[in-house]
C-alpha cells in the first residue's frame, strides 16, 4: 500500500517535494518508481531508483527532479525543481518492474499542478 504527500499548485520554475509512505512490503528489497498520470491517459514512470540507490529519469525531467529513498522509514521523495506546466499531474509511488504497466495497487496519488 502507497499514500503520497506534497502536491499543490506552483508557479511555473518552483519547486514541490514529494513524499510518499509505503505498508505492508519489505520495502528495501524493491526497485520503486515515482509516476504519473494526466487525465484520460495511463501511468507514465518518470523517475526509479533501484534497491541499491541507481536512479533513471525521463528525459524531460532529468536534471530538475531528483528521487531519493530512505528505507528505515519506507519512504520514497521525488525533489522536482524548476517545474513547467507540462508537468502537471496526479503523481503516484509504486514499485518499478517489467510488468509495471500492470500494477494494480495504486494510491490515490497527489494533484501537482504548475500555472501561473
Not at 502537471?88 to 495497487?105: E, I, K, P
Request: glycine share 12%; aromatic share 12%; with cysteine.
Amino acid at each position: 500500500q502507497f499514500e503520497e504527500f506534497g502536491g499543490g499548485l506552483v508557479q511555473p520554475g518552483g519547486s514541490l517535494n514529494l513524499s510518499c509512505i509505503a505498508s505492508g512490503l519489505r520495502f528495501s528489497t524493491y526497485h520503486l518508481g515515482w509516476y504519473r498520470q494526466v487525465p484520460g491517459k495511463g501511468h507514465e514512470w518518470v523517475a526509479i531508483i533501484s534497491n541499491d540507490q541507481t536512479t533513471r529519469y525521463i528525459e524531460s525531467v532529468k536534471g530538475r527532479f531528483t528521487i531519493s529513498r530512505d528505507n528505515a522509514q519506507n519512504s520514497l521523495y521525488l525533489q522536482m525543481n524548476n517545474l513547467e506546466p507540462e508537468d502537471t499531474a496526479v503523481y503516484s509511488c509504486n514499485r518499478f518492474h517489467s510488468g509495471w504497466r500492470d500494477l494494480q495497487d495504486w494510491g490515490r496519488g497527489t494533484q501537482v499542478t504548475v500555472s501561473e
